[in-house]
Nanobody
Framework: QVQLVESGGGLVQAGGSLRLSCAAS????????MGWFRQAPGQEREFVAA????????YYADSVKGRFTISSDYAQNTVWLQMNSLKPEDAAVYYC??????????????????WGQGTQVTVSS
């Protein structure tokens, strides 16, 4: 079982930046992709970004491309989400997720096997 713990959320003004962190509790050799999702009140949880441990290929939702950057350190079992030029519509609870190797794509919520508890990001206008 892999436990994921997010940190780094908070309140920021529009145009500002935040950096989220996600630490995995155990060696992540059974995991090949780490991702970030977000869920605003009354909305579905949506894909934000993902990264493959091997090779570092990254994936982004169109809404965050050019503003958010996902990165990872396998040795530290940690993934980060650098969020710049934040907008009020970025406000949500952000969840870290991890998935084992499988045939499905990396942007779908059902593809992920482990989830963190979430961290709140609030963006004031």
């Amino acid at each position: 079982q892999v436990q994921l713990v997010e940190s780094g959320g908070g309140l920021v003004q529009a145009g500002g930046s935040l950096r989220l962190s996600c630490a995995a509790s155990t060696r992540t050799s059974s995991i090949n992709v780490m991702g970030w999702f977000r869920q605003a009140p009354g909305q579905e949880r949506e894909f934000v970004a993902a990264i493959r441990w091997s090779g570092g290929t990254t994936y982004y939702a169109d809404s965050v491309k050019g503003r958010f950057t996902i990165s990872s350190d396998y040795a530290q079992n940690t993934v980060w989400l650098q969020m710049n030029s934040l907008k009020p519509e970025d406000a949500a609870v952000y969840y870290c997720a991890a998935r084992r190797p499988g045939p499905t794509g990396v942007t779908g919520r059902p593809s992920y096997d482990y989830w963190g508890q979430g961290t709140q990001v609030t963006v004031s206008s």
